[in-house]
């Protein structure tokens, strides 16, 4: 039964007969130092993976599959680190290019992960058992309640407990949590003195409504920001990468994001042929970087995309013909799967994650050679990072572009400034576009406080409203 | 017959309708730790206050926080919606409803043909509810919930209650007892925290607090909090005359349409 269940869990999946030698063992040993019995990995292949997943589907199959690959890669993160490979973190939502193509550069010199997106997105998503890491950080210094997030105490907590080790440098990027670089201090002054960080920042300076990407100074000083991180880290690595390697990385995120556009595509369709989760996990690379490479995630996302077009054409959908679609800022979670389920089982399609959601403008190629302005570009192009009145701007560009019926903000409550922001935009776009916009109050990461039934009338309700405004 | 049931956190109603969509039974028990047995009882209650038999209903909605658990009902639904039909059924031309009950406080913004287009709910603090005022009240100040709200309108200088937290609030109480402020000025300023907690929620959710504004919930029948919601928004506020079944109501109304 335990060399069963284990073998069940790769083949759920998506990995092959072959593979089975090689990744069996590393799974137990992964599953062992994450904390995880066999009855977790009972409970991920009979009731967490076949609730929230398409399951019959190949491409997403192998999508989960390169998401438990990148997981026990993760785990043997001390062993690299003991082989004199060198370690390097990123905390969500720095910029990913350089990472990818440090690891382009020196793939057997440099390990790049960021470390508490992972860990948090496999213990939630596929076991449901986020919790113990939570309670490590809130027993030792990041208390219960307080403002920082699930992801700074899952990186807090498994750097305690030593399931990661120390980097040669974090690179931090403060453009929209402040709270990320303090989690470094706390971990740097209570557990580890060898935590080294760099913070790169960008100030939000700019009058509400202006086009940031057109501003050729912001683009300058962003470029510049981003090419002192990134010599910062290239030094204390003992890695030089050619400035061409950044292009080619660039063009490969270009090439995979156009790929997730067609499926985004895809889930206009009526009906809807894809649950949201399902699909929400080929974004996965688009915003961390995954140490194993992209190529498999890329290969599992062709495969979904045509078994999609198959079922558009045979018109399955998961939903009935008609139902509502709402856009959505953040209600797709991975890490708390039911948020999108509680739409989807009450008749109301939630397919498109705004973030991850490409503006026209995204998907133009970019218009500097310099490859840090390209960069640069290609962040202020995105809705994150920007003013207010431009994200508004996008937003309602995207709500357009993908016929959605209406949008739904929040669930980031914990975060002090996209807490306030998404009231704000959800004004500002309800007035452009005179679209339904609801704002929810809650947690993309952590569902402690707010449970599924404490939430379940708020989500009822939307898509109560939804559907008698649909008819 | 139709009948809606809606099973809240500490009261569950039901309400029987006749096909031309008239009310014809209500009735009300404190929901106990089987919300599916509340909700059994209740409806019983009401059938038998009118003679029928449960074979006569042809569909049941049920509503409220228990709403899952009462298997009998042929659908479910969010008690914000309920609200709405509701309240609508009884003023026709309402904006916005502010719903006090037991556990959670709702403001729900209605468009011109009293379709919801907003609702902002109380997160995860009982503050600003019928809680609040029960824990408060019959704890603290020795009065029924029912005393209080003709208590507060005696009031000649309400006390200022600067917490919004039940427990804290509860200790701030104690500390103006002691301080030889009158029940009065207290039961006032207790119903001022309420209406600036529950309308400090709604603006929080770009309620616009449109007239006609109606105020329903077991908490509705409290004239010290009616009061205070009017000074908060500076408009009148409107109340149903049995505030606490409105959900019900709606419920029913919903059952009769989606039977058809």
Not at chain 2, 72 to 99: M, W, Y
Request: aromatic letters at 8%.
């Amino acid at each position: 039964m335990t060399k069963n269940i284990y073998e069940e869990f790769l083949r759920l999946t998506g990995f092959e007969e072959d593979e089975m030698s090689k990744y069996l063992p590393e799974l137990r040993k992964a599953s062992g130092k994450l904390g995880l019995t066999e009855d977790d990995i009972k409970y991920a292949v009979e009731e967490r993976l076949p609730t929230y997943f398409d399951l019959e589907l190949k491409g997403v199959r192998k999508m989960l599959g390169c998401f438990v690959k990148e997981v026990i890669d993760l785990t043997k993160a001390n062993e690299y680190k003991e082989r004199g490979v060198k370690i390097v973190y990123g905390v969500l939502p720095a910029n990913i290019h350089f990472l990818y193509a440090l690891k382009l550069s020196a793939p057997d010199k440099v390990f790049v992960s960021f470390p508490d997106i992972i860990l948090t997105v496999a213990a939630n998503c596929f076991f449901h058992k986020l919790d113990p890491f939570l309670e490590v950080a809130e027993k030792s210094g990041i208390t219960y309640g307080c403002r920082h997030c699930a992801l700074n105490k899952t990186r807090y907590a498994v750097r305690k407990l030593g399931i990661i080790p120390s980097p040669d440098i974090n690179w931090v990027w403060g453009f929209i949590c402040d709270e990320a670089p303090k989690t470094d201090e706390f971990i740097h002054v209570y557990h580890d003195p060898g935590w080294k960080t760099y913070i790169t920042r960008l100030p939000h300076d700019q009058p509400l409504g202006t086009v940031e990407d057109e501003v050729i100074d912001r683009l300058e000083y962003l470029a510049s920001q981003m090419k002192d991180g990134f010599e910062a880290v290239q030094k204390e690595v003992g890695v030089k990468v050619p400035n061409e390697n950044i292009q080619k990385v660039i063009d490969l995120w270009q090439r995979y994001a156009m790929k997730v556009s067609e499926l985004n595509l895809l889930m206009t369709s009526d009906p809807q042929p894809l649950d949201a989760l399902s699909g929400r996990l080929a974004y996965e690379p688009l915003a961390v970087p995954f140490n194993t490479g992209i190529e498999g995630m890329e290969e599992a996302l062709d495969i979904l995309i045509r078994e999609i077009k198959e079922r558009v054409k045979n018109g399955v959908g998961i939903l009935p013909k008609g139902a509502p679609k709402l856009m959505s800022s953040n209600a797709v979670t991975l890490t708390v799967p039911w948020i999108a389920k509680m739409f989807e089982e009450n008749g109301v399609g939630i397919p498109f994650s705004e973030p991850f959601v490409l503006s026209k403008k995204q998907l133009r190629p970019p218009t500097f050679e310099d490859p840090f302005m390209s960069a640069a570009e290609n962040w202020l192009r995105g809705s994150l990072a920007v003013n207010p009145g431009y994200q508004s701007e996008i937003i309602c560009e995207k709500l357009k572009m993908y016929s959605a019926d209406g949008m739904v903000f929040g669930l980031m409550d914990f975060d002090r400034w996209i807490g306030s922001s998404h009231r704000l935009l959800s004004r500002i776009v309800e007035e452009k576009t005179k679209l339904p916009v609801f704002y929810i109050e809650g947690d993309v990461w952590d569902d402690r406080d707010y449970s599924k039934e404490a939430l379940r009338t708020r989500i009822e309700s939307i898509c109560e409203i939804m559907k008698m405004r649909k008819g | 017959m139709f009948a809606g049931i809606d099973i809240g956190s500490v009261t569950t109603k039901a309400v029987i309708i006749n096909q031309q969509g008239k009310m014809e039974a209500y009735s009300q028990i404190p929901t106990n730790s089987d919300r599916r047995k509340s909700g059994e009882d209740v409806f019983e209650l009401a059938l038998k206050k009118i003679g029928e038999s449960s074979k006569n209903v042809k569909y049941i909605i049920s509503t409220g926080y228990g709403r899952k658990s009462f298997t009998s009902s042929n659908q479910a639904l969010p008690e914000i919606i309920c609200h709405a039909r509701g309240t609508k059924s009884l003023f026709p031309i309402v904006r916005t409803i502010i719903d006090i009950g037991g556990q959670d406080s709702k403001v729900i913004e209605l468009d011109k043909k009293g379709n919801v287009i907003k609702f902002e709910m109380n997160d995860k603090c009982a503050a600003g509810t019928g809680r609040f005022l029960e824990v408060l009240t019959e704890r603290i100040l020795n009065l029924s919930l029912e005393e209080l709200g003709p208590l507060a309108l005696k009031s000649k200088n309400h006390c200022n209650l600067s917490s919004i937290c039940t427990v804290f609030a509860e200790s701030e109480i104690i500390s103006l007892l002691s301080e030889h402020r009158t029940k009065e000025d207290i039961a006032y300023g207790i119903s001022k925290a309420i209406a600036r907690r529950v309308v400090g929620m709604g603006i929080s959710g770009q309620i616009t607090f449109t007239e006609p504004i109606v105020f329903s919930g077991g908490v509705a029948r409290n004239i010290g909090v009616v009061k205070a919601l009017n000074e908060e928004l500076g408009r009148e506020v409107l109340t149903p005359e049995n505030p606490q079944i409105t959900a019900a109501l709606g419920a029913a109304i919903f059952a009769e349409e989606r039977c058809q």
